[in-house]
Structure formats: C-alpha cells, structure tokens
C-alpha cells in the first residue's frame, strides 16, 4: 500500500475509534441505569446512572458479579451454571449495596449483544414497595410520580386509568377527566389492539411489558414507547409513557434502512464496490474481496481501475461513456493480484450530487469460457455440417430447423423453403412417397435410430433412391438425417449383377457352343448323303431337319458372341442405309404378317464408326419381335434423331406392349416373353450396342406398344 492510501487508511481507523467514543458517550448521557452482564453474571459495563444507583464506581464494579449483591431474601433466582439465562425478561429482589444500604431493584433484560453479552435496565422500587405495602393508595401513588418528568399512567388489573401524572397531561394537553376511568383498549388505534393484547397478556405471564402503540386523542393518533410493571401486589400497574416525536420516527427509520442496507450489501452475492469523485475505493463488501481475491484492507484506498487488464481503446471507449451518460454496463478482463485473469461483467453508476459511485461486479468467467468452448463446437459442426459430401437435415415433430447444401442439391428444394414447411406439409408435396415417409418417421421415433432406402417420386416424374440414416433427439429434442443418393450404387449394382450373370453365361456358351458344333457339323454332313441317297421322297422331312439344323447354328453363333469379344473393324458408316437394308430383308415377312414399315429419318447421313453387321444383327432382333409381337397386323414405326453427341434409331410396334415389372429384365439372359424364345436375342443386341460405346431405352404402355430406342454415338469408338 502507497503512502496515500495508508493515509487515507488511517484517517479511517481514527473515525472508527472516534465513533466507538461518541457511542460510549452518548451511552453514559442516558438517564435510565444500564449496565451489560456476561454469561457468567460478571458486570462488563455500566453507565453513570447505573454506578449512582449502585453507589459503585465503574472500575471496582467490573471486578464484581451480580451474585455479591444479593441476599438471602432476594427474589432473585440465579443459576450459576446458567448465568443470566437463568433469569426472566424482569426480576425484582432486594439488593444490599458495599456500602450497606439495602435497595430493591427491578433488572429488565433489553437485548442481547451478537458476543453473548446481555444488556439490563434497572429501575428502584423501594418507594413502590413501600407504597404498595402500606395503604396501596392511588393518591398515595401520585404524591409519589407527580413531580417526575415522564408521563406516568396507574391501572388496574382491568386496564382502566386510575390515576395520571401532570407530566403526562401537560405534555398531551388534555383533562385528566378524559382519562380517568376509562380503558386503555378505548384510546388505543386499530392496528395496535392485538399490540395491547399481547401486552396485557404478558403483564400476566411475567409482571412486565414494554413496547410501542399508538392512541387516539382530539381526534389525532400519537405513539408512544412504554414500560409497564406490576405494583406490590400485583394490585395495580405503573406504566411509564414516552412520545415518540416525528424526528424520532425518522430516526428509527433510517436507523433501520441503514441496518437493512448494510446486511443486505455484507450478504449480496454480487461485489459491491463504492468509490469517490478520484476512483478511491472507500466501501467494499466480502462478495467483491472474494472475486479479487484480496481483503478489504487490501482494497481499500486503492484505484477502482487498477486491476483492468488492458487499458487498451474498449476501456477507453466504456469509460467515455460512463463519463457521458453517468453510467455503464459490460464485460472487462480483470488481472487480479495472483495474475489470474477473470472476465468481470460490471455496471457503474455516478452519483455525483452524493459525491460516491458505485460499481456492482460479477465473475462470469466461467460463463464466457464454456460460451467459447460452445462457439467453437459450434463452429466445428457447421464446417461438417456444410462440407458433408451427404445431405443433412436438422428437424423435429414441428418442422424443419437447417438444411446443408447437399442436402438442397439432392431434394431439389431451397434452404428458405423446407424450412418454411412444417414435416407433414413436406410430405404432402410428395403423394407417392407419404406411406414409405411416414413409416420411416414412425420407426424413427420407435427405435431411436433407423436406416433406409426410400425411393423419391419428384414433381418432374424422376426417380431417385435415397438412403435415409437417422438418429432422433440427438440435441434440443431434434433429430438429424444423413441422406444421400444411391441411384448410381443401385443401378451399378444391377450391372454387375448382370455382368456376373454374363460371364457365367459366356463361359456357359463357350462350353456348349464347341460341344455342339462338332456333331452338328457330322448330323449336317450325313443329312446332305442321306438326302442324295434315299429313293423315296423324303424332302419334307430333309427341309424341316436341315431349317432346324441352321437354327441350332444360329443359336451356337449368337452363344459365341457372348462368349467372347469379336475381332471386328469398325468403319464409319451411314446408320440410316444399313436400317434400311435391314427394312428391305424383312419387308417379305412384314408383308405376309399385314405389317408395313413407315419411316422417318431425320437428315440425310448420319455417320457413325460400327461394325455393320453387327448393328444389321441388332436391328433385325428387334424388328423380328415387333413382328412377332403383331399378329392382327398393323404398322412399326422407325424413325431417326440426331442430338449434339447421339444419334437415336427408334423403333415403336402396336403389340401388347410389356407391364412395369418385365421392362425391368429384358436383356437378362434367357428370359422372353415368347413361347419358344430364348432371351439370347435382346441380350446379344444389348451387349452389341454396349461395345459401340452407346446404350437402349425401352418404353412401353400395356395395349399400346413398344418403343426401342438406340442411341449410337457420332463420334469415333474410343
């Protein structure tokens, strides 16, 4: 501590011990004796009045203890053990002085200190005794408390006024005749019955009651302090009055607030600091020492902003406007004296006309550390969240609360959008999918965490399967999804499931192929001998074994492509001239069948590097089953289209057309919708279109037709 505050410190020790003498001056100017016992019955403490009515000087009276005074006689009943627990709120006995007199005092407890220490007023009864123990006269009593400065009222065991003192008339200004005879309950406001109550009642119970009330007179209230004891007897009470003045009830007033105030700014949880027009701290409470971690010796005198860590531009600019607007309210790192730095939120107010301000102060240390811990979990999520390659989706049972970009990409939907449905509305946008979606949400909530492949019907008619993984109430009762789009997984699977499928089958063909081609070259040779040989007309039956014979070696052919890749030369050639060779080598069976062709090629070449043959090959595999397809007759529509990187050959019949559920397998090895099919067909032209780099749609409507479209490329083979 510098030389100023250790002054400043001093000059308030030297306050304190003036105060602590004045408090015990003003404790010897009162009139009524009182003195202060230990627990031991040992005197601590008397004022003057007490050492004149003990005819004792202070110093010798603290040496001594209440018991050296009593008497065999004494009412006094006195624990030892107790102290002065043992004795009543009043008690009356007879005490013998050191000089010999004897007297009869009244002790009346006031109070209690916080050390243990009880406080007693006494009052001498030798004349009430004496009064009570001869004639007990009302005008006896009078001639006694008529000359005492206090107001003094005599009742009786009803309460009714007997007799009064002047002090007491001449200090209200009224007739004794208005007092006496009637009842104390009959002047007493109100509010202070149950006051008078109480008192009477513990008049009763312990002979002694004192107190504050408030009486009724010429139509005005006045208060008054009280002291009421028993007479000899018990015969009558003497009541001693005291008007409390408004400059009294004032007094009281701020004597309680300040009591008030300084508890309640001892006990506040939050640091109160009050400082001075330089920034000297002058009052400081346990609140604020704890928060700076020092004592309030420490922290008095010294500069209210010493402990700011920096005074850098931000207390710079707080400080301009507490000057501003006399006040201010935010959050500044502290350095306090063991260098730990804590985060303090502060408001401070001026009172300048008071010549004080005032600094409320709280610790949020703990506070802004888990805030920032949260700002950088929060930071952490929303880069995963936004930079997840997956679609993710916060929502609960109300709605949704944050999409990532792809999530949107994937739904097709903006951020703005979803969030402004609620999930019901979200899945009303999408009739085809409300079943699948709301037993998704219904397993989500009944497991916990749920999984599954949802196949997404969007308003443009596309399809996409999108895998659904969702775990509910992972946070602030909302659930996350993480979706995305495996309908490329999906259709590759598929593929390879067809290719497996393929190489089986190759290997398969290969084997069958070269097992069946060496017979069936002896059954064909020993056929052409046969048929030159035989007399009898057997050429029927020749053509019928010869044209099946030619269709086993057209199927052996069609396995052997599959079996492996051709060594074939891919030249560029017109696709529209070898559809139409293809048109001119079944028009005789389109014309026996009532079928007719009807074309419509788009330009005049469409180049394209292919194996002629084979594209001849495809389209004759298609046409047939068209043919097939129409027994009643009618037309196959061919047409040619050219876009910026394809050409399309379509091919459309007015058959039967294929349901939903078989479009999905054509191309599949041995399956047909003929009798005597063997699925190779659509399988080789497949696998043909596949290897010039291009690839077939197929639409078809029940009772409609078929539509197969050949998308070939413009540019060469890679």
Not at 105 to 131: D, H, P, Q, Y
């Amino acid at each position: 501590m510098n030389v100023e505050y250790e002054a400043v410190y001093n000059e308030e020790i030297i306050r304190l011990n003036q105060q602590i003498a004045e408090y015990k001056e003003m404790f010897n100017f009162i009139i009524e004796p009182l003195i202060m016992m230990d627990e031991n019955l040992g005197f601590s403490y008397a004022n003057e009045a007490a050492c004149l009515l003990l005819d004792i000087s202070r110093e010798k009276l603290t040496e001594l203890r209440l018991t050296d005074f009593l008497q065999e006689s004494s009412f006094f009943d006195v624990n030892l053990q107790e102290g002065f627990n043992s004795l009543k709120n009043s008690h009356r006995g007879e005490v013998q002085l050191l000089t010999g007199i004897k007297k009869e005092l009244e002790f009346i407890r006031i109070g209690t200190l916080s050390n243990g220490k009880g406080i007693f007023r006494l009052e001498e009864v030798t004349e009430v005794k004496r009064v009570g123990e001869g004639l007990r006269s009302p005008k006896l009593f009078l001639g006694n408390y008529d000359r005492e400065k206090e107001g003094i009222l005599l009742l009786d065991r009803e309460g009714v006024v007997v007799e009064v003192n002047s002090a007491f008339i001449d200090g209200l200004k009224i007739n004794k005749g208005e007092l006496i005879g009637k009842k104390m309950s009959e002047l007493m406001t109100h509010e202070y019955e149950p006051t008078v109550k109480k008192g009477v009642d513990k008049i009763f119970s312990t002979l002694k009651s004192m107190g504050e009330l408030e009486v009724t007179l010429h139509g005005k209230p006045c208060r008054f302090t009280f002291s009421t004891s028993s007479t000899v007897g018990n015969e009558y009470f003497k009541s001693t009055f005291s008007k409390i003045t408004e400059s009294k009830i004032m007094e009281k007033k701020l004597e309680t607030s300040e009591r008030i105030f300084a508890e309640l700014f001892d006990q506040s949880m939050e640091g109160i600091i009050f400082w001075n027009e330089d920034g000297i701290i002058f009052r400081v409470n346990h609140s604020a020492c704890k928060i700076f971690e020092s004592t309030r010796e420490e922290m008095l005198g010294s500069d209210t902003w010493k402990y700011i860590f920096k005074k850098n531009h931000y207390f710079k600019r707080m400080l301009a406007t507490f000057e501003r607007d006399g006040q201010v309210r935010d959050d500044i790192f502290y350095k306090m004296p063991n260098n730990q730095i804590k985060l303090l939120e502060l408001t401070a107010k001026k009172h300048e006309g008071d010549g004080y301000n005032v600094t409320i102060i709280r610790n949020v240390t703990e506070r802004w550390e888990i805030e920032k811990e949260l700002r950088k979990s929060e930071k952490k999520f929303r880069k995963i969240f936004e930079g997840s390659m997956d679609g993710m989706i916060l929502w609960n049972k109300e709605g949704f609360t944050d999409i990532n970009e792809s999530g949107k990409a994937i739904l097709g939907i903006s951020k703005e959008r979803l969030l402004s449905l609620s999930v019901k509305e979200f899945i009303e946008k999408i009739p085809g999918n409300a079943e699948q979606f709301n037993a998704y949400v219904e397993e989500v909530y009944k497991k916990g965490v749920y999984s599954s492949i949802v196949p997404l019907k969007f308003e443009d008619g596309s399809v996409k399967h999108i895998e659904f993984l969702t775990r509910s109430n992972l946070y602030s009762n909302l659930n996350l999804t993480v979706f995305r789009d495996v309908s490329e997984n999906l259709e590759m699977q598929e593929q390879i499931r067809k290719s497996d499928t393929l190489h089986v089958v190759g290997e398969l063909a290969a084997g069958i192929a070269h097992e069946i081609r060496n017979p069936m070259t002896a059954l064909k040779g020993f056929i052409q001998l046969l048929e030159d040989m035989v007399q009898e007309d057997f050429s029927t039956y020749f053509q019928i074994i010869t044209s099946e014979i030619k269709r086993i070696e057209t199927i052996i052919t069609e396995f052997l492509v599959l079996a492996k890749p051709q060594a074939l030369q891919y030249l560029a050639q017109d696709v529209q001239i070898i559809m139409k060779e293809t048109l001119e080598l079944l028009a005789a069976e389109a014309l026996l069948n009532n079928i007719r062709f009807e074309t419509d090629f788009e330009g005049a070449e469409f180049n394209v590097f292919c194996e002629a043959n084979q594209l001849k090959q495809v389209f004759i595999n298609i046409i047939k089953n068209a043919l097939e397809v129409m027994p009643d007759g009618g037309t196959i529509r061919i047409k040619s289209q050219v876009s910026e990187k394809h050409v399309c050959i379509s091919i459309i019949d007015q058959g039967n057309g294929i349901s939903e559920d078989k479009l999905k397998k054509l191309g599949e090895p041995f399956y047909t919708t003929k009798e005597r099919g063997t699925g190779l067909g659509l399988m080789v032209s497949y696998k043909i279109i596949e290897e010039h780099n291009g690839y077939i749609e197929v639409e078809s409507e029940v009772d409609k037709g078929t539509g197969f479209h050949i998308f070939l490329p413009l540019k060469s083979k890679a």
